[in-house]
């Protein structure tokens, strides 16, 4: 295997970060929108998605397994959807 200059790895970490963000932003609004809720959390949102993206990458591709994005996109997808029924959750008991 051939070794990469860290700084490259940096920029690779950086640009999967922003991927996340921008993953987590639409899953938690379209997931917003399907639950009629307010668009609002989307920080939030973001973030999830980001540290979904980067954990569930990070360690597949530390194990050496394979299609590394796939999984890291479903992360950035789940944790951003689970926000958004969390939400949910409290609003109906909130109005109760």
């Known amino acids: 295997m ?11 970490y950086v640009v999967f970060a922003i991927l996340g963000l921008i993953i987590g932003v639409v899953a938690g609004a379209l ?12 920080i939030k949102d973001a973030f999830l998605g980001a540290i979904g993206f980067l954990i569930v990458w990070l360690i597949i591709t530390t194990t ?5 994005f796939v999984a ?8 951003p959807a689970c926000h958004q029924i969390v ?3 409290h609003l109906n008991s909130a109005q109760k």
């Open 2 to 12: 051939f070794q990469v200059a860290r700084s490259v790895e940096l920029v690779a």
């Open 72 to 79: 890291a996109t479903i992360a950035a997808v789940i944790l």
């Open 31 to 42: 997931v917003s929108i399907t639950l009629k809720l307010p668009v609002q959390g989307m």
């Open 87 to 89: 939400r949910l959750k």
């Open 64 to 68: 050496r397994s394979q299609h590394p």
